[in-house]
């Protein structure tokens, strides 16, 4: 027979075994350190200024630190597979747009990751329109004016990109071969130096997002011609479609860009429910779509199902393209 005062001792070892148990998992639920999130492109660009407006106030849904690093190169490869190459813990997330997740993976052969299986979807964030503007050098004033000087003057136009593979270069390139226009292409880091490029007069012609061009459009630093959307942008209600450009080859054509967030493929699925959670709450307050709308983007808080099928039909709309082109995909 066992003593009542051994029998209240195993007791009171069991509770304490299990409130220890307890406060160890409490201790490591997720997220319980710093979580990176990486930016594929230079500082200034649209994925970083997207990245840095909702980590702000995703971190504070997380009750967890926020740490934006930029992996600029490759046309996002560099950052992606930094991605790719952390630890899948759920601690490092990344910004993705086409380029990275649509584009590269149908021009390039060895992009080295298959954007359907290589990721865990979380949400994609925004959408934004293009802008085509062009360097006060070009003297034209809309885009039709553009089109019959560039072709009359086939060796005098150059337009910046973030390299062969970035969404700026696919846009650009796909209007170029669409309307029989020339152009030297010059590669930038990404978006954010092009830009300075176009405003130092280094390129004459730009496809950039609206937001982070529209300050020099207003003030008459450049001239834009004509918008990507299917509809006009409020923040530039006077520059037109480009299918109301009149132009035959343009009459339906449209793009509209977006930045979304993934993780590494296999991270544990408390840590994917948790981020999944936790970025639809924080995309969906007015704080955040005020944010965005200040700056010409539209939040659109895709969830990820959702965000993996906008995927699979972004890679079958670019091959496409790609064929139409007559492009070959690069090994």
Known sequence: MKHPLNQFALMAGLITLGLGCCNAFSQTAYPNKTITLIVPTAPGGPIDMTARIVAKD???ELAQAIVVINRPGGSQKIGVESLLSAPKDGYTLAAVSPA???INPVIEKSVGYDPLKDF???ANGIEYQSVLVVHPSVPVKTLAEFIAYAKANPTKLSYGSGGN???MQFTTSTFLNLTNVEALQITYKSSGPAMLGLLGGEVNMLMPDLGDIRQY???GTVTALA????????RLPNVPTFPESGIAELKNWTYTGWIGFVASAGIPPEAAQRLQSALQTTLKTDKMKEAFDGIG????ATPPLEFKKQIADGLESNKKVVKAMGLKPAS
Not at 297 to 300: A, E, N, T
């Open 227 to 234: 918008v990507t959307g299917s509809e006009r942008n409020k």
């Open 165 to 167: 593979g970035s969404s």
């Open 58 to 60: 995703l971190s504070s």
């Open 217 to 219: 459009v207003t003030n």
């Open 297 to 300: 983007f539209k939040v659109i």
């Open 120 to 122: 865990t979807y979380l």
């Open 100 to 102: 990275s997740m649509t």
